[in-house]
């Protein structure tokens, strides 16, 4: 009998405790290990139930699987890039060739997987589908192609050509494309006949031949994004000549725009795309960075596009006024809204904001500019029971009076919240938080006493600001604790260099007795004084933790990220709208079928290991 089976994927990471022989993999967003108890498990569990036909294989499958199981799968997705594949795992690649519709690979391991495939032959006659022709790979959807090396890139071009029915197609490149390649790339675009979603990722370079490319796209097009490594920088706007995209088709249909790049001088590019959208079409949007006087005239314009969903406005130092900014308002499916601009009256915008789309709203993150009071967030509480995910900023005197026991609990699953204050936490009820995640900023020294931290026993990743020795104090209590970020929220908050004294010392310390804890995030090293040598002292730290024998007392640390910015999520403006999700909905925009399969139609791997092999399981 052959069966559908979710076969898990496997990172280029191969860091398990002490043994180097297991293999770090992922399924479904959830981390386990590929080790033979777990293979034994699934190829007795394939032998018993039936699977459900939702299937999803990311990877180059960990080499345990495929002697016992590769009989039993229908590979649906496959991703070359982490690692070059064995002869087995080739093996059952080709045999699932008409079958996968999904395909990550660079042009260089395509190319070589095709000469292998010239020079191998599969003699296993009983295989389910035995086929040894790439040209099999034919039924593809979506295909995520690097092309930095121009090694392969024909190759891979004629495979897209082949796949006539592709949908989306991810580009990556960080190296000019020569002039054949170039040309080549056209080409196949341009007769793509199904291809509704395009996506440009890395340093952009195709930029000199963005003219011909926005030429050449299909009249079919629905989702154009233009994403780059250094996003909203001035040198992009500078190498980026923008009258190019003065090309763009008239009435084009784009369900998405997303340029997270910097266009002061050149708004009015921006706006001509716009213009050149059908009003009833456009779902999402992330605008570029624009100069003082251009954010007025595309708030104006944002109000004609009636069926917008996500609107990120990113940080602006233009002022909208209130007529613009109610115009806005008269949208009705907005789902996701961020925006860190001056707006006249905000603090009526917000509450109006809230009454209209109180219903809708599942994501909302509101900047310092705007300055929201006390009352907005309790109105936020109170009326936004749909809301997912909220980030504020901003400056509130008094916070002792903050609402915090009226219903942060129903927010789930994430809140984000920074607080400038010269107020104290000294008398809050924090009991109410049920929340796993809880990201909450706070700058001044006096405001974290120890009732706060220990009101936070449920929480599992939690960010403090660097410099409250009081806080590390507490943080042994956290015994959920998984994740610790020690930031700074860069460009947010005027520098307090007094409050920049972290002890590092001090705070490891105090974290024996969290066997819990993951991962820990050191944010922007610049600003808060923190030094290679001092990070070298954080290893040396951890492995005399990790000596301890009680296992109770001794932290599971994955991970310590030296990162030059804050590492957690808040006012993370230049984040794809991808980041964002839709309330667990299907995904239309790029035409395909959602990728999340049903956990609970599959083998639950997750459940399986942490009764099995709790010491490997990770979050």
């Not at 035409?591 to 083998?603: D, K």
């Amino acid at each position: 009998m052959t069966h559908d089976v979710v076969v898990v994927s496997v990172s280029h990471s191969r860091y398990i405790s002490n043994e180097p022989s297991h293999t770090y993999v992922n399924a479904s967003a959830r981390k386990v290990f590929a080790i033979p108890e777990l293979v034994q498990h699934l190829a007795s569990y394939l032998g018993k139930k039936e699977l459900s036909s939702c299937i999803r294989v990311c990877s180059a499958f960990a080499l345990q699987f495929a002697p016992l199981i590769w009989q039993n799968i229908k590979l649906k997705e496959v991703d070359l890039a982490p690692l070059f594949l064995s002869k087995v795992q080739r093996q059952l690649v080709y045999r699932n060739l008409h079958l996968i519709l999904r395909l990550k690979s660079s042009a260089r391991d395509i190319k070589r997987l095709v000469e292998l495939l010239a020079t191998e032959n599969d003699d296993d006659a009983e295989a389910p589908c035995p086929s040894n022709d790439w040209h099999a790979l034919c039924n593809l959807r979506e295909i995520d192609l690097n092309i930095n090396q121009a090694e392969g890139a024909l190759e891979a071009f004629l495979l897209i050509e082949r796949n006539t029915n592709l949908k989306k197609w991810i580009v990556r490149s960080d190296t000019p494309l020569s002039v054949e390649i170039a040309q080549r790339f056209l080409d196949v675009l341009q007769g793509s006949k199904y291809l509704v979603s395009l996506e440009w990722r890395g340093k952009l370079d195709l930029y000199l031949y963005l003219r011909a490319v926005l030429q050449h796209l299909p009249k079919h097009l629905k989702v154009v994004r233009i994403y780059h490594r250094d996003t909203g920088t001035i040198e992009l706007a500078q190498m980026w000549e923008w009258d190019m995209i003065k090309a763009w088709p008239e009435h084009s249909c784009l369900r998405e725009i997303s340029l997270s790049v910097d266009m002061r001088g050149q708004e009015d590019v921006f706006f001509k795309l716009l213009e050149g959208n059908r009003p009833d079409t456009l779902e999402r949007v992330i605008i570029p960075r624009m100069q003082e006087d251009g954010i007025q005239p595309f708030f104006e314009l944002l109000a004609d596009f009636r069926k917008l969903t996500t609107i990120d406005l990113g940080v602006q130092e233009g002022t909208i006024d209130t007529k613009s900014a109610n115009a806005v308002l008269g949208l009705q499916h907005v789902k996701s809204f961020s925006a860190d601009v001056y707006i006249v009256h905000s603090m009526e915008f917000v509450r109006k904001l809230i009454s209209q789309w109180e219903s809708t709203l599942r994501s909302l993150r509101l900047g310092r500019k705007l300055g929201v009071d006390l009352a907005s967030i309790q109105l936020i509480m109170v009326k936004c029971s749909r809301l997912k995910v909220l980030d504020i900023l901003t400056e509130l005197q008094g916070c002792d009076k903050v609402p915090w026991s009226s219903g942060w609990d129903r927010l789930v699953p994430e809140i984000h919240m920074g607080v400038v204050a010269n107020g104290k936490h000294t008398s809050v009820d924090w009991g109410c938080l049920k929340l796993e995640r809880f990201n909450l900023i706070f700058i001044n020294q006096e405001m974290v006493d120890g009732e706060v931290l220990t009101q936070l026993r449920k929480s599992k990743q939690l960010t403090i600001a660097a410099g409250i020795k009081r806080a590390y104090q507490q943080l042994g209590r956290l015994h959920q604790l998984r994740e610790l970020n020690i930031g700074w929220v860069v460009g947010r908050i005027s520098p307090i260099s007094t409050y920049m004294d972290l002890s590092l010392e001090s705070g490891l310390h105090c974290l024996k007795g969290l066997s819990e804890l993951r991962r820990i995030y050191l944010g922007y090293m610049q600003q808060i004084g923190i030094g290679r040598e001092e990070l070298d002292w954080v290893g040396v730290h951890w492995q005399k933790l990790e000596q301890v024998r009680d296992l109770s007392k001794r932290p599971s640390l994955r991970s310590i990220m030296d990162r030059q910015h804050f590492a957690g999520p808040i006012f993370d403006w230049e984040r794809s709208v991808e980041e964002e999700g839709s309330d667990g909905e299907e995904d239309e925009a790029d035409g395909t079928e959602s990728h999340v399969a049903a956990s609970g139609e599959l083998i639950r791997i997750d459940q399986w290991l942490r009764s099995q092999r709790p010491d490997l399981w990770v979050s």
